[in-house]
């Protein structure tokens, strides 16, 4: 039998009899959809870090997808009042309604959006929302348009939802962005959703307000779904957050997903969103009711603090990566064979490192980013994850000593590599 049971779905089972016992059948094989999905790039690699670092190896951590702020002080207080209140219950699957209003008064706030209470789902984490509008809208045999690079979960979702994730490379000369005409090559008469995340991760590229409105034009026109990911969207170094919401009528073709994760240093909390259309929103939450139910009461009355109570604590996270971003960006384009876009937006490096494969060196992003582990102990994510083949991503999201120590590091290894 394979040892992952990979390949023998639904193969039956192993029939052994043990001395005095009855014959026992032990169940093997997984359900074919698993076969459609991979363990992410992204945890393997931490699972490799974490490894290494328990044997005690001095690590520099440029992995993690997630701020390293603690969740503002009001946040936590707000939790701890929901407990001592006991605040601990079902609430209903969708959502307690007084977080839906904080949630869609804040997007209207923010975009003039204009969604009412049984617009909105409250979901555990942004990815729990993305999860439930492909289960409920794609179809085996679909497809979806996905701008390469990716996040590492977009296209197994694409995948488990038994459809073909459609990848559309992004143009890294001008900070991997994308035009309505790379989008409408890809068009089929299967096409039936364009999903966007702007501000990108891993490429920190923010799509603008023309493409979106192009792109919203093409959905209304072919009766597509445009899923728009706006877990980043607070953190935008020039211009002005933007949301395809904004847009007048809209509505019954924008699917928006949304986080408290990464805005307010929440991301163990799980706390998500989707706004959409009702008749999806119900779709979605007959899905959530068979599978999480709520989201945790306690971290709902917090999320209704995050979104409604000061939001310096955000501006001042913005503030810290913008410093981080200049030096990161700064510091690997100083280094040779290493090109480097500057991120518009999240807090994610995804500097071009083919000058530093081939020849007797590593081959590829994943095998830069194995040595990187092993022989410079610093951990970064590999291009391969996120559908191109050229790249490592570098976060952000931890401290100027780690960066600038970091770099240094890279500097020496990639130095070893030339000699
Ligand atoms: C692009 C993107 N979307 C969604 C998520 C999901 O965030 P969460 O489920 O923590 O809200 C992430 C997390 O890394 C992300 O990078």
Known sequence: MDADGAGLPHSGGVQYSLMASPVVTRPTGFAQRMARISVSATAAMMIEAEKLRSEGADLIDFGAGEPDFAT???????????????????????????????????????????????????????????????????????????????????????????????????????????????????????????????????????????????????????????????CYSKFIYEGVPYSVASEPESKDWVIIAGSLSKTYAMTGWRLGYALAPKAVVKQMLNLQSHSTSNPTSIVQKAAIAALTGPQEPVGEMLAEYTRRRKVIVEGLRAIPGVSCTMPAGAFYAYPNVSGLLGGKGPKTPMELSEQLLHKAGLVTVPGEAFGTEQHLRFSYATSMKNIENGLRRLAEFAQTLRA
């Open 72 to 230: 503002p002080e009001h946040i936590k207080k707000a939790a701890v009042a929901a407990l001592e209140q006991n605040f601990t219950r079902y609430t209903p699957t969708g959502g307690i309604a007084a977080l839906k209003d904080a949630i869609r008064q804040t997007h209207a706030q923010d975009f003039k959006s204009t969604y009412t209470r049984d617009e909105v789902l409250v979901t555990v984490g942004g990815k729990h929302a993305l999860f439930n509008a492909i289960s409920a809208l794609i179809d085996h045999g679909d497809e979806v348009i996905l701008p390469a690079p990716y996040w590492v979960s977009f296209k197994d979702m694409i995948t488990y939802a038994g459809a073909t994730p459609v990848v559309v490379s992004t143009d890294e000369s001008k900070g991997f962005t994308l035009t309505t005409e790379m989008v409408s090559r890809h068009l089929t008469a299967r096409t039936r959703m364009i999903l966007l995340n702007s501000p990108s991760n891993p490429s920190g590229a923010v799509f603008s307000a023309q493409l979106f409105r192009d792109l919203l034009d093409i959905c209304r026109q072919r009766g597509i779904w445009l899923l728009s990911d706006e």
